[in-house]
């Protein structure tokens, strides 16, 4: 059975609305103005226990508000989804109890005392034993490097530091399935790594189920072999990553060094870098065996390698691709 | 599940009263300020009495003294979560740690204020003791009164945050409902006895104060050390804080239901 089940799930917001000046408010002192705004809409997917997902769209596609939807902060306008069998809009505690959702900025921490109370706060909230409790907060200290940092009251800690102990204190329940919403958001790169490196670690340890929202294509890369794709609140792909440049890059990238590098390879693509004596073209996908052989044949090759285009370009295709996928 | 929400309220309690403990300063400044109104009331009052011979409205100023100085208590007590709380949850998305949490938000406010009141309740202490040397207050105790006391005051502080609780719910609709509050002081200054005992309101003022549930948040309270109740009045009046608190926690029940369905989890 499937972790996560949703099917044509739909979200509207009405938005108050009203032109900028003085007259415009004076105005919509009798006369309001709403718009109504689906933020997602009509959505359909799957996940399976122990799968960690991608979701990525632009700013305002609806992952966020796909991710309050299931874990249960908003109720939905129309369609079903269930969470481990429960319907997240009801926020039963039985359903709580089992998951967690862990925002970029989000503060669940008291600001004035040291973590460490503020986890003994979510043992009593989560109801767990005393022995459950220790043993998942030493992993969760070892795993993530926060011996010296729950002690500390929270407002001294930097924003990487705070964002660790966050996280922790989101799993002290052992939820078995994580909706992250940007977690690595304004940590830097090491931070960053070290966040991914921990949800990988945390999914094999405890098979939990991961949807993932990201700017930074190298936490879906590190952690995702699945992504779903979504825009103006639809989704536009859904499957593995490793099939998207496939789906929605017409093009590969060869990367040559010639024996000459004063040769011109434009005419056979679009040269989009030079790097020393490395030439980068952008060819067309079904003409890369062409090209390839016609370079090899006729110039000296010191080197050439024939790659998917970067990640983000790709995504970036799949964002304004006027087909949905 | 009562059991579970105990340990969540000793554990909230405990770790407000630590998180105040951080800011010693602060409780001190704020206990300090809070003794503004009451002396104000104290000082006019008392003097007003001493103008008329000794009393005002039947009340000596000795009583007078005794029911300001009280009164600081059931202020202290009386510092609930309140519709400005509320606006400011749902602007900033603060909102979205307490729903994801398996028990009702509610629980975390009574738990948070309970624990900061009783520290401020201490802090009270010495200066109710400064207070009794420089204005002389007349209490004749009972223990039954102070016992009495001491659940009123707790009964006061329930009736207070679920009707408080239930007002910052329109924030769900409207987003700003902080003048709601407002007007909720308004009334509780005219019908609680916050702003003068309730002996010395007009007798149509105290006639619809019975009905309302202010008086049992302030007047109540105070009145129970201060003017001398009879057993069935301490009996009736604690029965009145039970109804009222079940009052307004039907109706946190009732709105709740609709107001989450309403929300739309701005911020982060």
């Known amino acids: 059975m499937a972790a996560v089940q949703v099917e044509r799930l739909r979200r509207v917001f009405t938005v108050p609305e009203r032109d900028p000046g003085l007259g415009a408010a004076i105005r919509s002192l009798v006369r309001r103005r709403f718009r109504q705004v689906p933020a997602v809409d009509g959505i359909s997917f799957e996940i399976a226990a122990g799968e960690v997902v991608g979701f990525l769209g632009p700013n305002g596609a609806g992952k966020t508000t796909t991710l309050k939807l299931l874990s249960g902060l908003l109720h939905p306008t129309g369609g079903t989804l269930t969470v481990l069998g429960h319907a ?29 109370d503020s986890f003994e ?56 399935v994580l909706f992250l919403d940007e977690p690595t958001l304004g940590l830097d790169l090491s931070m960053q790594r070290r966040l991914r490196e921990f949800v990988a670690a945390y999914n094999r340890r405890y098979g939990a189920t991961v949807l993932l929202t990201s700017h930074y294509m190298a936490d879906v890369e590190a952690l995702c072999e699945r992504v779903i794709i979504i825009h103006h609140g639809r989704i536009r792909f859904d499957g593995r990553l490793a099939a998207l440049a496939a789906r929605f890059s017409p093009h590969k990238e060869i990367r040559v060094a010639l024996g000459d590098p004063s040769i011109d390879l434009s005419r056979y693509g679009e040269v989009t870098g030079r790097d020393g ?24 090759v010191l080197d050439l390698t024939v790659e998917d285009p970067p990640i983000e370009d790709v995504i970036e295709q799949a964002f304004t691709d006027p087909v949905p996928g | 599940m009562i059991r579970g929400l ?38 006019v009052w008392t003097t007003i009495a001493d103008q008329r011979g000794g009393e005002v ?6 009583t007078i003294a005794a029911y300001f100085i009280v009164w600081m208590a059931v202020r202290v007590m009386n510092v609930v979560f309140t519709p400005y709380g509320f606006e400011w949850r749902i602007q900033r998305g603060d909102f979205n740690a307490y729903l994801l949490r398996p028990a009702h938000p509610i629980h975390y406010d009574l738990s948070f204020f309970a624990g900061y009141n009783l520290l401020q309740l ?16 007349t209490l004749d105790l009972r223990p039954l009164e102070v016992a009495v006391f001491v659940v009123a005051l707790w009964g006061a502080y329930l009736v207070r945050s679920m009707f408080l609780w239930a007002l910052g719910m329109v924030n769900f609709w409207t987003t700003r409902a902080s003048a709601l509050f407002e007007l909720y002081v308004v009334c509780e200054l005219l019908f609680s006895g916050r702003l003068v005992p309730m002996d010395l309101m007009p007798q149509a003022l105290q006639s619809v104060a019975g009905w309302l549930p202010f008086y049992w948040t302030f007047g109540f309270p105070i009145d129970t050390l201060v003017v001398g109740r009879s057993n069935p009045e301490l009996a009736t009046g604690l029965a009145m804080q039970v109804l009222w608190t079940a009052v307004g926690a039907g109706l946190v029940a009732l709105v709740w239901r609709r107001a989450v369905r309403r929300y739309t989890a701005v911020g982060n």
Not at chain 1, 146 to 175: C, D, Q, W, Y
């Open chain 1, 88 to 116: 997240p809009h009801r926020r039963e505690p039985a359903y709580l109890r089992r998951i967690a959702l862990v925002m970029g900025n989000r503060n669940q921490l008291q600001w004035d005392i040291p973590a460490a």
């Open chain 1, 121 to 176: 706060l979510n043992r009593a909230i989560y109801r767990l034993p005393g022995p459950e409790f220790r043993r998942t907060r030493e992993e969760l200290v070892e795993l993530l490097d926060l011996a010296e940092l729950i002690r500390k009251p929270v407002r001294n800690l930097s924003l990487g530091e705070r964002m660790r102990v966050e996280l922790a204190a989101s799993l002290l329940h052992r939820p078995e």
């Open chain 1, 277 to 300: 004596d490395q030439v980068s073209l952008r060819v067309p996908k079904e003409r890369t065996p062409e090209v390839t052989a016609r370079l090899l044949a006729e110039h000296t």
């Open chain 2, 6 to 43: 105990g340990a969540l309220y000793a554990k909230n309690i405990s770790m407000n009263v630590r998180a105040q403990l951080q800011y010693r300063y602060d409780s001190l400044v704020r206990t300090l300020a809070f003794l503004v109104e009451p002396v104000v009331y104290l000082t």
């Open chain 2, 57 to 62: 409205g039947g009340l000596a100023t000795g």
């Open chain 2, 122 to 137: 201490l802090t009270w202490l010495p200066v109710a003791a400064v207070l009794v040397l420089a204005f002389r207050p």
